[in-house]
């Protein structure tokens, strides 16, 4: 089966400006977590989805935003981009069942701001 | 505050030895923990898991030992394999669809 979609694959903005990244999960699967990955810091947690109701929030301004459609896809927004947004973010789906089980990854949307 | 520490960004072994990738966590209340592997422009691939209820978990050549007592967990890879040079995350849940990661370890595998 298809693994989990995200695009598009490289993005290239200015500071200032937003930009919506789009995330397509495994078919089946309910819950969609985001995470920002940066040299050093590891992958950050972000928000997770389930349902179209965001379940879970990391620690991130409100410039990051996200939402999930009835088809489980889910698209994030961040707004008023700074230098320091350049990061690759990777999107996973899991089943999001009570238990946890294990989340499966996008290739990541790398983007870079200037 | 990171809550997964991976105190090694970096591990160097030779093809044939083992491997051995260390995590720590601070947060009592996660019980469930992964080990996931990355290449570079790849997303992070699920390799093995552990509940808090065990202490070891065995896949293969891939074997989690977790220590409660110490919130410890370490990932051994017996025999290793160039195939095997890739970033190594360690992560952690409380029982939710959160995972919280370290910042991985860059594992080097040399003929």
């Known amino acids: 089966k298809a693994g989990v979609t995200q695009t598009p694959r490289y993005l290239i903005k200015t500071r200032g400006q937003q930009v919506t990244l789009s995330c397509s999960p495994i078919s089946g699967h309910r819950s969609v977590s985001w995470y920002q990955q940066t040299p050093g810091q590891g992958l950050q947690f972000l928000f997770e989805?389930?349902?179209?109701?965001?379940?879970n929030k990391g620690n991130f301004p409100g410039r990051f935003s996200g939402r999930q459609f009835s088809n489980s896809r889910s698209e994030m927004n961040v707004s008023t981009l700074e230098l320091g947004d350049s990061a690759l973010y990777l999107c996973?789906?899991?089943?999001?069942?009570?238990?946890?089980?294990?989340?499966?990854f996008g290739q990541g949307t790398r983007l870079t701001v200037v | 505050d990171q809550q997964v520490k991976q105190n090694s960004p970096s591990l160097s072994v030779q093809e044939g030895r083992i491997s051995i990738l260390n995590c720590d966590y601070t947060?009592?209340?996660?019980?469930?923990f992964l080990w996931y592997k990355k290449y570079p422009a790849e997303g992070p691939t699920f390799l093995i898991s552990?509940?808090?209820?065990?202490d070891k978990n065995e896949d293969g050549r891939f074997t989690v030992f977790l220590n409660k007592s110490a919130k410890h967990l370490s990932l051994h890879i017996v025999p290793s394999q160039p195939g095997d040079s890739a970033v190594y995350f360690c992560a952690a849940s409380d029982n939710t669809d959160k995972l919280i990661f370290g910042t991985g370890t860059r594992l080097q595998v040399f003929p």
């Open positions: 947060n009592s209340m996660f019980d469930y």
């Open positions: 552990i509940s808090s209820i065990k």
């Open positions: 996973a789906s899991s089943l999001g069942k009570g238990s946890y089980t294990e989340a499966f």
């Open positions: 989805y389930f349902s179209e109701t965001q379940r």
